[in-house]
């Protein structure tokens, strides 16, 4: 396949130039100008910029358990249509993937149902019940990538201690969701930056990497940087959301406005849109957290995320450098999670995210996921995901 025409951002390389691309299952060549070969197919990039594929890592899939919250089919078909060429999906299933044979399981689901690529989350406490560490050997053996008990926080310091130690040698880093369950109902902030303060202290002090999952407030960016100064290996991430939104949209939601951890003040919004421009923000992901109407109308925490993401970021964050915008969706995420991609660099997975400054209106009852509530449904976004090539293979054109 030869993508002709478009603006290549590859931040990794260096390069943000009208290029052409040739693929088969990975990268062949970048260039200024290549002649197709007879048999080629062509896909007219112009007007587009062409990526890496971009890696959404924290997404909720449902599976296993929740089905008719989201499917492996449902779910990666709203990333390729979202743009995304993979996504690396949170174990508070049912049961949890909380160890090496569930993390298998999962993985031969996915290589025979999912539209892109799928790379599993495993557990920190077995059943994500925060008592007893899990086996990180065996599960990195089987696929995990990262480990999260994300939905909850691993609420006794001891075990969430002890698990570092036994992670200690395991590349896959930790991801904490930041929020104490017994201080949440007092001071819902507080209840934040106290878990992201403790955690970011044991990463320090054990030199485990510790990402930081959907930081929401001025104090958690504050705090980064001060553990950061100690030393901590501690990426972190924002979603579209929290970006964006307030107390106020939540407000006006109602019941489906709730969300984990929930919207806040103008000025958070505004301190992570700067920490984004600032670089203290590393990534960009969606937290895209499915149910059912039903359950949303009842209070079901999470928004649907995967298909407005990307608008939602550029409309957040308009100024952001291309470069940054795409590094923060590939080549970062694909350092933390230490998995390939990130890059078009001759070699690597053909995995090309293709999307244009092209506005459009966000219509949710049109989702692939079966999740249809976003604060952002209505909304007109400036960029949309014009096609998707995983492994070499076109997933979505719009
Ligand atoms: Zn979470």
Same mark, same amino acid.
């Given at each position: 396949m #030869?993508?002709r025409g478009?603006?290549?951002?590859?931040p990794?390389?260096?390069?943000?130039a009208?290029?052409?691309v040739? $693929?088969?299952?990975?990268?062949?060549?970048i260039?200024?100008?290549l &002649?197709p070969?007879?048999?080629e197919t062509v896909?007219d990039?112009?007007?587009a910029?062409?990526?890496p594929g971009?890696i959404?890592?924290?997404?909720?899939? =449902?599976?296993?358990g929740?089905?008719?919250k989201?499917?492996?089919?449902?779910?990666?078909?709203?990333?390729? =249509?979202?743009?995304? /060429?993979a996504?690396? +999906? %949170?174990?508070?299933?049912?049961?949890?993937?909380?160890?090496?044979?569930?993390?298998?399981n999962l993985?031969?689901?996915?290589a025979?149902?999912?539209? +892109?690529? #799928?790379?599993a989350i495993?557990?920190?406490?077995?059943?994500?019940a925060?008592?007893?560490?899990c086996?990180?050997?065996? %599960?990195?053996?089987a696929?995990a990538?990262?480990?999260?008990?994300?939905g909850d926080s691993?609420?006794d310091?001891?075990?969430l201690?002890d698990?570092a130690?036994?992670?200690a040698d395991?590349?896959?880093?930790?991801i904490s969701?930041?929020e104490?369950?017994?201080? @949440?109902?007092?001071?819902?902030?507080?209840?934040?930056?106290?878990?992201?303060?403790?955690?970011?202290?044991?990463?320090?002090?054990? !030199? @485990?990497?510790?990402h930081?999952a959907?930081?929401?407030?001025?104090?958690?960016?504050? *705090?980064?940087?001060?553990?950061r100064? *100690?030393?901590?290996?501690?990426?972190? &991430?924002?979603?579209?959301?929290?970006? $964006?939104c307030?107390?106020?949209v939540a407000?006006?939601?109602?019941?489906?406005g709730t969300?984990?951890?929930? *919207?806040?003040?103008?000025r958070?919004?505004?301190?992570?849109?700067?920490?984004?421009?600032?670089g203290?923000?590393d990534?960009?992901?969606?937290?895209?957290?499915?149910h $059912?109407?039903?359950?949303?109308r009842?209070?079901a925490?999470?928004? /649907? !995320?995967l &298909?407005?993401a990307?608008?939602?970021?550029?409309?957040?964050?308009?100024?952001l450098?291309?470069?940054?915008?795409?590094?923060? *969706?590939?080549s970062?995420?694909?350092?933390?999670?230490?998995?390939?991609?990130?890059?078009?660099?001759?070699?690597?997975?053909?995995?090309? /995210?293709?999307?244009?400054d092209? &506005?459009?209106?966000?219509?949710?009852?049109q989702f692939?996921s079966?999740?249809? $509530? /976003?604060p952002f449904?209505?909304?007109?976004?400036? =960029? @949309?995901?014009?096609a998707?090539i995983?492994? !070499?293979?076109? =997933?979505y054109?719009?």
């Amino acid at each position: 396949m #030869v993508i002709r025409g478009g603006r290549v951002v590859d931040p990794v390389q260096g390069i943000d130039a009208l290029r052409d691309v040739r $693929t088969n299952d990975v990268v062949v060549e970048i260039a200024e100008h290549l &002649e197709p070969h007879a048999g080629e197919t062509v896909i007219d990039a112009s007007g587009a910029v062409v990526a890496p594929g971009f890696i959404d890592m924290h997404v909720h899939l =449902r599976e296993p358990g929740n089905p008719e919250k989201e499917t492996i089919e449902s779910g990666t078909e709203a990333a390729v =249509r979202g743009g995304f /060429t993979a996504v690396a +999906c %949170m174990p508070n299933t049912v049961p949890a993937l909380d160890d090496a044979i569930a993390v298998a399981n999962l993985r031969g689901e996915v290589a025979r149902r999912a539209r +892109c690529r #799928v790379y599993a989350i495993g557990a920190i406490t077995r059943g994500r019940a925060g008592e007893e560490p899990c086996d990180y050997a065996a %599960m990195t053996h089987a696929g995990a990538v990262a480990f999260s008990d994300d939905g909850d926080s691993v609420a006794d310091v001891r075990v969430l201690y002890d698990a570092a130690g036994a992670a200690a040698d395991v590349g896959a880093v930790f991801i904490s969701h930041c929020e104490d369950a017994m201080l @949440k109902p007092i001071d819902a902030r507080l209840a934040e930056s106290a878990v992201v303060a403790r955690d970011l202290l044991i990463a320090a002090a054990t !030199g @485990k990497t510790w990402h930081v999952a959907h930081l929401s407030l001025h104090a958690s960016l504050e *705090l980064l940087r001060l553990v950061r100064s *100690l030393g901590a290996s501690a990426p972190a &991430e924002v979603t579209p959301h929290h970006l $964006t939104c307030t107390q106020e949209v939540a407000r006006d939601l109602g019941p489906p406005g709730t969300v984990n951890p929930p *919207l806040r003040s103008e000025r958070d919004a505004r301190a992570l849109r700067d920490g984004v421009r600032d670089g203290t923000i590393d990534v960009l992901a969606s937290d895209h957290a499915p149910h $059912t109407q039903q359950e949303k109308r009842a209070g079901a925490a999470g928004f /649907t !995320g995967l &298909e407005i993401a990307l608008g939602a970021y550029a409309a957040a964050i308009p100024d952001l450098p291309l470069p940054r915008f795409v590094a923060l *969706l590939s080549s970062h995420p694909a350092r933390v999670l230490g998995v390939p991609g990130g890059t078009l660099r001759p070699g690597s997975p053909a995995d090309l /995210t293709l999307f244009a400054d092209r &506005e459009w209106r966000v219509d949710a009852s049109q989702f692939a996921s079966f999740g249809r $509530t /976003t604060p952002f449904d209505g909304a007109v976004l400036p =960029r @949309k995901a014009v096609a998707t090539i995983v492994g !070499g293979e076109v =997933r979505y054109r719009a």
